[in-house]
């Protein structure tokens, strides 16, 4: 069946580091990709998607692109904010299912 | 726009009790989604409707849990009875266009 894989947390990094977070991929299909998002206390949040190979989602100045060679959706901010703090969860949707498989998520705590 | 409305956001009872969360999707979302998230753990689906038919139900443990869309709008997903790993965040979702709206969940805790 479809699943993703990401990378443990938490990580932790200095305000105006550079973060990648890895996600990888099973499927059996043409999945689309997504990361969202959990900011404390708040519900999940979509941050962006592809919806084809080479595609780069970006929002807020948080970018992946989907790699299908590598099957790979990994996401990256040059200048991480202590607002970026929260939990980060890649997920697929796959050809005819329309219900989101996820990732386990990873924490990233930013420190000023 | 209003968005996904889940209640209660908090739920303590004992194991082997029954419970039951209530989800309003935001108006005109034809699909809507029952999640489980485990603390530590992604969300998992449970269930999917499309208007008040089942589309995907695969997941659900059916022995104890069941759920149902009244009129195409509105959703309840009940357990009964609760066991210790039923704890975790209940979460639903809708969609419109391929996008899902999540809720900020219910919370439950089975002691």
């Known amino acids: 069946g479809d699943s993703v894989t990401q990378m443990e947390g938490p990580v932790t990094l200095s305000e105006e580091a550079f973060l990648t977070i890895n996600c990888t991929y099973t499927a059996t299909g043409y999945p689309s990709l997504f990361w969202y998002v959990q900011y404390p206390g708040e519900g999940l949040q979509l941050l962006l998607k592809?919806?084809?190979?080479?595609d780069k989602g970006s929002n807020k100045g948080f970018e992946a692109t989907y790699r299908k060679e590598t099957t790979s959706f990994h996401l990256e901010k040059g200048s991480v904010q202590v607002s970026d703090s929260a939990v980060y969860f890649c997920a697929l949707t796959d050809t005819g299912r329309r219900a989101l498989t996820f990732g386990s998520g990873t924490r990233l705590q930013v420190q000023p | 726009e209003a968005g996904v409305a889940q209640s209660p956001r908090y739920k303590i009872i004992e194991k082997r009790q029954s419970v039951a969360f209530w989800c309003n999707p935001i108006s005109g979302h034809a699909t809507l989604y029952w999640y489980q998230q485990i603390l530590g753990q992604g969300p998992k689906l449970l269930i999917q409707f499309q208007n008040n038919g089942v589309v995907d139900d695969s997941q659900l443990p059916k022995d104890r849990f069941s759920a149902e869309r009244l009129k195409g709008v509105d959703s309840t997903l009940k357990i009964q009875p609760a066991k210790l790993e039923d704890s975790a965040v209940y979460l639903c979702a809708s969609s419109f266009q391929g996008e899902q709206f999540f809720g900020p969940g219910t919370r439950l805790t089975v002691l």
């Open positions: 592809a919806t084809k190979a080479d």
